[in-house]
């Protein structure tokens, strides 16, 4: 409810197949061509979706739905969800990705290697639909293909997770929540089951895509690097779940210095104490009113470590580092062992705590 405007819902792109599959089976075995479908989530839910279009193929029918976000931002929204139907024996559903859908390539995701980027709850909704529309003698098989869904991918974690050609069919409820952070959260997590996958029990987590390149720059193996966002405390508790041991946090030093001071969601609208906690650092290894002042009238993070510098202060960004990986070690409640490497923005490793290098040693790194 942003300044007093309820936000709208939107539909994931597994309830607009289900819908698309629901709609192309009833072309097909009924003749009707309704110009909405209602499909069932889990819960027992009922969402309704608009129908765009019908088209005729050879041997059956399709629909399309045409993805709907909300007011979310979702870089799906607008793409046509095109879903074909024909007959098969009875009894049988098969699924089958077509173009823009991507494939699975990497083990630890909950789809198969080799399979179409449809996950479990997306497939069940779309067996579901399809058998309120089918009649007892009829199975079907059907594609479903998303144009631009290739373009749309680069947009997403999905080559980095091994999902390659296009996009994934995903929803646990079948309704985008606008702006939805457990949504974010629980596209971040799968990423540590192909760590896992991958024979990791270390892994790097980084809040970004630059951390990510710079972490590959310095050696540190990709299956082992994980982006966390803004949400440091929710996948620091991740890798405790999942059986994660150690952890490097790896990343800009005006992300990480608030994990210094307790902050575990990072997002400048969260918690902005930077300036503080820097001058604080500074101060307790010595520094004078006029530098504390100083880098409390800094803007960035970048000006602050120039400051440290003039006042030959190397060793704040250190104890950063330390502080950043103690207080993370202490959310955990001890379950981690917690390293902290700290890189400037042009990817310089800046300060690194001793249970990052043995860590990042671990993993290969080169530094």
């Known amino acids: 409810m942003p300044r007093n405007k309820k936000l709208r819902t939107g539909i994931t792109t597994g309830a607009s197949a289900a819908a698309a599959a629901k709609a192309a089976a009833s072309a097909l ?7 909405n479908v209602t499909v069932v989530n889990p819960a027992g839910d009922e969402i309704k979706v608009p129908i765009n279009r019908y088209y005729d193929l050879p041997g059956g029918k399709g629909a399309v739905v045409i993805k709907d976000g909300g007011d979310d931002p979702d870089v799906t929204n607008g793409l046509e969800i095109t879903v074909s139907v024909s007959p098969a024996p009875k009894g049988s559903i098969t699924l089958r990705g077509g173009e823009g ?23 069940q909704m779309i067996k579901t639909a399809l058998a309120e529309v089918l009649p007892e003698e009829h ?4 594609t479903i293909s998303v144009p631009g869904g290739v373009k749309a991918a680069e947009r997403t974690l999905n080559p980095r997770m091994g999902i390659l050609g296009g996009i994934s069919i995903l929803g646990t409820t079948g309704i985008v929540r606008p702006m939805s952070e457990e949504a974010f959260k629980d596209s971040l997590a799968p990423q540590l089951d192909l760590a896992l996958a991958a024979g990791f029990k270390s892994v790097v987590l980084t809040p ?3 951390g990510w390149r710079n972490a590959l720059h310095y050696g540190l193996p990709e299956n082992a690097v994980v982006e966390m966002s803004n949400f440091v405390g929710f996948m620091l508790d991740a890798c405790v779940d999942k059986g994660i041991n150690k952890v490097l946090l ?6 990480l210095i608030k994990v210094a001071a307790g902050i575990f969601h990072t997002h400048s609208r969260i918690a902005d104490a930077r300036g503080e906690t820097m001058a604080a650092l500074a101060a307790s290894l010595g520094a004078g009113r006029e530098t504390v002042r100083s880098i409390m009238n800094c803007n960035t993070t970048e000006a602050m470590t120039q400051i440290l510098d003039e006042h030959n202060l190397p060793g704040v960004l250190e104890l950063a580092a330390r502080r950043a990986s103690s207080r993370a070690a202490e959310y955990t409640k001890g379950r981690l062992i917690v390293g902290t490497a700290l890189l400037s923005m042009d990817g310089r490793l800046v300060a690194a705590d001793r249970q990052a290098h043995e860590i990042g040693s671990e993993l290969g790194w080169r530094v």
């Open 250 to 255: 790896w990343g800009h030093h005006g992300k």
């Open 139 to 142: 199975g079907c098989t059907v």
């Open 208 to 210: 970004g895509r630059m």
């Open 29 to 35: 075995f009924s003749g009707l061509f309704p110009a």
């Open 101 to 123: 859908v991507g494939i699975v390539t990497r083990p630890g995701l909950q789809v198969p290697v080799g399979k179409p980027a449809i996950n479990p709850v997306p497939e």
